[in-house]
């Protein structure tokens, strides 16, 4: 099968490689992939928001399967472009992608369903957000309505933290047209645990659970970034919690869907806070999460176009779903200065033989491979025991070199005293 893969980063990557295993995988191309991906896909030169370009591509060349992997062509309607014009595709449609599109959205759908996630109020004017603000429980958590790459959300420490936030979102307009609608919501405590689930509307899957590490440095210190490693399994998802998540949130956000005629057929990302009355929703996700995908992937079993077909085609009860029973930790190697400023352009080496998905890379006339965002690569370790896992990622991360890089530590060392 000739596939298409729509997405540029290390989620991507992780998704061509697992890919690659099937034996119903034939040449995969990615729209626009980057540098350090050549190797396994032929890269073509489509931006992932250019969806029409994409269906356009798809269909001359034949594509058998698509899979749309980043939030932005998913919101904006890429798998229904790609379906009408008889392209199987994986991934929510634009109307189901919703979930993640529209924060107030998800919000409303959780209070209408009784799904357990913090209070909120959702406000259109700026007036009576600060208004709010002025009166509510301190600390809160801002956020704007719509999609603002991983970084729309604020928690405020104190009020005046609050009002700033909340007139950079509606006055500054420092997300666009995301923060023209913003929620603010109560602030949750306890740890956070992601899962990423495959579901075609009547089956629900969840995959291995999964621990993020989204602040720039060591012990959770710094601005908020789109992740700087991960773990799996999260040692704070029981399976007493699993039980509680399957029965409470899980199958009543797949159903909720339905009942708003917004299907949702692909990997619906949950995620949670275990806090001491039990789990609750921090966000939705209606895609792969990246970097989970880098150490979620890893640790499948089975045959990942197989399970994406089946999806597609409202067989998932018939597919093969399987992890092996063991740990995986991902280090991410970022540019010094990310998530603010940093420099591009240096020569990456690094060994062949390991899993190393690149995020932020391009290849040079001359073939060599340099730095082009602010993670640049995610270096993945899989082991018997997390500790194992961990020992290897960093034994990896020393083999891997480029000016400027940066990581964090520490990846695990909570999973590891919990």
Known sequence: MKILVVGGGGREHAIIKALKKSPQCGEIFVCPGNGGMAKDATLVNIGAKDIEDIRDFAVQENIDFAVVAPDDPLVMGAVDLLNEAGIKTFGPNQRAAIIEGSKAFSKELMKKYGIPTADYETFTDIVSALKYVENCNIPIVVKADGLALGKGVLICETREDAVEAVRSM???????????????????????????????????????????????????QGLNT??????????????????????????????????????????????????????????????????????????????????????????????????????????????????????????????????????????????????????????????????????????????????????????????LEA
Do not use: W
Request: glycine share 10%.
């Open 226 to 415: 789109g992740g700087m490693g991960t773990v799996a399994p999260n040692p704070y998802y029981t399976p007493e919690v699993a039980k509680e998540c399957m029965e409470k949130i899980f199958l009543p956000t797949m159903k909720a869907m339905n009942e708003e005629g917004r299907t949702f057929k692909g990997c619906l990302y949950f995620g949670l806070m275990i806090t001491p009355r039990g789990p609750k929703v921090i966000e939705y996700n209606c895609r792969f999460g990246d970097p989970e995908t880098q150490v979620v992937l890893p640790l499948l079993e089975s045959d990942l176009l197989d399970i994406m077909i089946k999806i597609y085609e409202g067989r998932l009860d018939e597919a093969e779903v399987k992890f092996a029973d063991k740990h995986a930790c991902c280090v991410v190697m970022a540019s010094k200065g990310y998530p603010l400023q940093y420099e591009k352009g240096f020569e990456i080496t690094m060994p062949e033989d390991k899993n190393i998905y690149v995020a932020g890379a391009k290849l040079t006339e001359d073939g060599k491979l340099v730095t082009n965002g602010g993670r640049v690569l995610g270096v993945t370790e899989t082991g018997d025991t997390l500790k194992e896992a961990i020992d290897k990622a960093y034994e990896t991360v020393k083999s891997v070199h480029f000016d400027n890089a940066y990581y964090r530590k520490d990846i695990g060392k909570r999973a």
């Open 170 to 220: 509606m006055e500054d307009k420092a997300f666009g047209k995301s923060g023209e609608v913003v929620v603010i919501e109560e602030f949750l405590t306890g740890p956070e645990v992601s899962v990423l689930s495959f579901t075609d509307g009547k089956t629900l899957i969840p995959m291995v659970s999964s621990m993020d590490h989204k602040r720039a440095h060591d012990g959770d």
